[in-house]
């Protein structure tokens, strides 16, 4: 995970995301009732000359599918899984078949848009 912080500007900027972060749940809506269990943004890379970040936090005991609110299945690769057995490496990125994508619980989901 550092090695991906590293590579990834946009996560260590100085100023805050204001204008480049939107925020979603598990569908285009923020779910933001007090028990929510979920959340989901898609962080602009562009200002900061980097790819476009989106996450998928499910804190939830169960899984959860997220719809991908930004662009085509196409045009995001899975960088990071948490629930996975075996964490990606840099470049070893995974293409998307489906905006639908399903976050185990507890776990985090981080995609990278295709350059």
Known sequence: MIAFRKAHPS??????????????????????????????????????????????????????TFRIQEGEASDWMRAVDTSQADPLEIGDEEPLASLDYKVNARSVAVLLRNS
């Open 11 to 64: 996560l260590a900027r100085s100023r805050f995301w204001r204008d480049d972060v939107r925020w979603y749940g598990v569908s285009r809506q923020v779910d933001l009732n007090y028990a929510s269990r979920s959340l989901a943004f898609c962080l602009r890379g562009a200002s900061q000359q980097d790819r476009d970040i989106y996450v998928m936090i499910n804190a939830y005991w169960e899984d959860l």
